[in-house]
């Protein structure tokens, strides 16, 4: 094989490898873009909720274990600083009253229902120490994918706002109202990457944290795959939600 074919492989070879990379790096989002054009708004609404469902039950199965996601309102209260972290956790594992909804608070209709309810469970002294803090570390898990969902939440109220403002004042053709899309998008989307990165490392942290302390423990932890399952799943149905809303 001569010099100039060698050279022509190792270019294919190199293309194959940084195409991998990629599609392994970006994976979720290639999938969310997929399931934007697979499912309509609602049926990603319905799939979030089933996805929270199918974790909680699972979640429920284990007697030891005791802790639920943040409901949308808790979310709301943890993101705007009306609770903290710990009293967040302290709400998720029933250590804490949940907190309550003024009764004459306007209603709104959520984007998605709300996370289903974990089995209630009363105090036991002698409960396990490792069960616990497995239950915290979920909880934790729990609020930092919830203080994510909801920076995505925010920056995509912000982009839609802009693209609307920009719409009513200028007479925009259609090609423009495209461009000006693109451009939104474009201008936000390392924000965007860098927050999911900082995301997912605190999550991986939090599930090597709960793996180490189910084996410390002499527990199953198959527990750790099926969190990291659901964590990706959200995401990925979460970016579909807007990847929709952005093709509306």
Request: hydrophobic residues 35%; aromatic residues 6%.
């Amino acid at each position: 094989m001569n010099k100039r074919r060698w050279i022509l492989l190792f270019i294919i070879l190199l293309i194959v490898i940084l195409l991998g990379s990629f599609v392994v790096k970006h994976r979720n989002t290639l999938e969310a873009l997929v399931d934007s054009f697979r499912y309509s708004q609602d049926e990603v609404i319905e799939k979030l909720n089933e996805n929270k469902n199918d974790l909680q039950q699972y979640i429920d199965e284990n007697e030891n274990i005791t802790v639920r996601d943040l409901t949308q309102e808790e979310a709301k209260q943890l993101n705007n600083g009306e609770i903290t972290e710990e009293e967040a956790v302290g709400i998720l594992t029933g250590k804490k009253p949940e907190t309550q909804v003024p009764t004459d608070a306007p209603a709104s209709k959520p984007k998605e229902p709300d996370a289903p309810a974990s089995k209630p469970k009363e105090p036991d002294a002698s409960e396990n120490i490792a069960d616990v803090a497995i239950s915290e570390a979920i909880a934790k898990l729990y609020i930092q994918k919830s203080k994510y969902l909801g920076k995505l939440d925010d920056i995509e109220a912000k982009v839609r706002q802009e693209y609307v403002n920009l719409v009513k004042s200028n007479n925009l053709s259609v090609e423009e109202k495209k461009a000006a899309k693109q451009q939104f998008l474009n201008s936000n989307l390392s924000m965007v990457a860098a927050w999911e990165n900082e995301c997912d490392s605190v999550v991986n942290g939090i599930l090597e944290e709960i793996k180490t302390a189910l084996k410390d423990s002499n527990q199953d932890d198959s527990i750790v795959k099926k969190l990291k399952e659901a964590y990706l799943n959200e995401k990925r149905l979460k970016k579909s939600y807007f990847i929709n809303r952005y093709m509306d």
